[in-house]
């Protein structure tokens, strides 16, 4: 079955350090989509990106960087230059096809504390 | 990205009692989904509601208990049903987003949230 492990629980920095959300996956399916959410304290669920499985470019946009590796089962994503509106929860999920449909399984989550 | 909202926001509910969560889109979506979030937890996915067909539920949650009704492409309600205090949590709906044509993204785009507390 699928799983996505986020083992950091949660993460505390001073603002301006560099990050890094460790998201690492396991499917049986050769086509799977990435995703990663972030959860600010507000509690409305952001969209931050997609990655499909036949796409290993890095991608980047702004301070933030996701770096998708097949070979380790990974999707992690880097905050550049941290700010402390960047504190909050940070989900990974990964497709898992259901029939006809499919679902996301969700990652516990990342707890991100960007200090002033 | 679609408009999602979610109605109410948040209630206060007596035990045995029932409460019906509104979910609306700006924009005929085909799937929409309903999560729970307890406190400090990931999402669990309830079940799925697509227009025109029963909606289909997770292992551990059953339509007695959380009937849902899709019945146009823009609006779905979630009910949680004979309420306990174990139900309290914060209920989302989301949808797929698509691009201008039909071509399937598997983004979901979620409401606010309906902060549920049983008392």
């Known amino acids: 079955a699928q799983k996505v492990t986020q083992a950091q629980t949660e993460i505390s920095v001073v603002e301006k350090e560099d990050v890094t959300l460790d998201c690492v996956y396991e499917t049986r399916d050769t086509t799977y989509y990435l995703f990663w959410y972030k959860q600010p304290p507000s509690g409305e669920l952001v969209f931050l990106i997609r990655?499909?499985?036949?796409d290993e470019q890095n991608e980047i946009s702004g301070r933030y960087s996701w770096n998708f590796q097949k070979s380790t089962s990974s999707f992690n994503f880097t905050i550049t230059a941290s700010q402390v509106v960047d504190s909050a929860v940070y989900f990974c999920a990964l497709t898992q096809w259901m029939d006809s449909n499919y679902q996301l399984i969700w990652g516990a989550g990342t707890k991100l504390i960007i200090k002033p | 990205s679609a408009v999602i909202s979610q109605k109410p926001s948040r209630d206060i509910c007596q035990r045995g009692t029932s409460l019906t969560i509104q979910c609306q889109v700006d924009?005929?979506?085909?799937?929409m989904f309903w999560y729970r979030q307890q406190p400090g937890q990931s999402l669990t996915l309830i079940a799925t509601?697509?227009?025109?067909?029963?909606?289909?539920?997770e292992s551990g949650f059953v339509i007695d208990k959380f009937p849902i009704s899709r019945p146009n492409l823009t609006f779905s309600t979630l009910t949680v049903s004979n309420m306990s205090p174990e139900d309290s949590s914060i209920y989302l709906c989301?949808?797929?987003?698509?691009?201008?044509?039909?071509?399937?993204?598997?983004?979901?785009?979620f409401g606010p949230g309906t902060r549920l507390t049983v008392t």
């Open positions: 990655r499909n499985s036949f």
């Open positions: 924009s005929q979506v085909t799937m």
């Open positions: 509601a697509n227009q025109g067909s029963e909606a289909t539920y």
């Open positions: 989301s949808v797929e987003g698509r691009t201008g044509g039909s071509h399937r993204t598997y983004e979901q785009y």
